[in-house]
């Protein structure tokens, strides 16, 4: 694979890298209303970005809900990177930094036709579909220890 770089973002220097990700990927790909995507979360949640080439083409949030649980959410890779791993890269890093952080749990809100990806990587549907911002989504959770 080319130069795919997944690291942890600073939120204040990345964060117009970050909001065009993420508006090109849920509110014009997706029909997400800009309301709910930035919910006002931002600034107290971990972000990640990934570049490919040196271009910046993915993003995650990491929100921790309290101390022994985390949610990964805002997974977002742009249709130029798709294909190359990037989503499951960024999701690989986001485990990690989690672990890092003695957390036990791990939760997301999958949209359900990328479950897959998520069940690969060790999380297990939890309940029933439903919809979240017009699209079928799957709660998922793993455990880390």
């Excluded at 036990?104 to 309940?127: P, R, T």
């Amino acid at each position: 694979m080319s130069d795919l770089i997944v690291r942890i973002a600073n939120w204040h220097e990345e964060c117009p890298a970050i909001k065009a990700i993420r508006k090109s990927v849920f509110q014009e790909e997706q029909g997400v209303d800009s309301a709910l995507d930035f919910d006002g979360q931002d600034e107290t949640s971990e972000h990640l970005i990934a570049s490919l080439n040196k271009e910046y083409v993915g993003t995650a949030r990491i929100k921790y809900l309290d101390e022994t649980t985390a949610k990964i959410e805002r997974l977002a890779v742009l249709p130029v990177a798709r294909g190359y791993g990037v989503g499951k890269k960024m999701m690989e890093k986001a485990l990690e930094v989690i672990d890092s952080k003695n957390i036990s749990e791990v939760v997301i809100n999958a949209q359900e036709y990328v479950k897959g990806l998520y069940q690969q990587l060790g999380f297990q549907q939890e309940g029933e579909v439903f919809e979240e911002a017009g699209i079928r989504h799957v709660k998922m959770t793993k455990k880390l220890r």
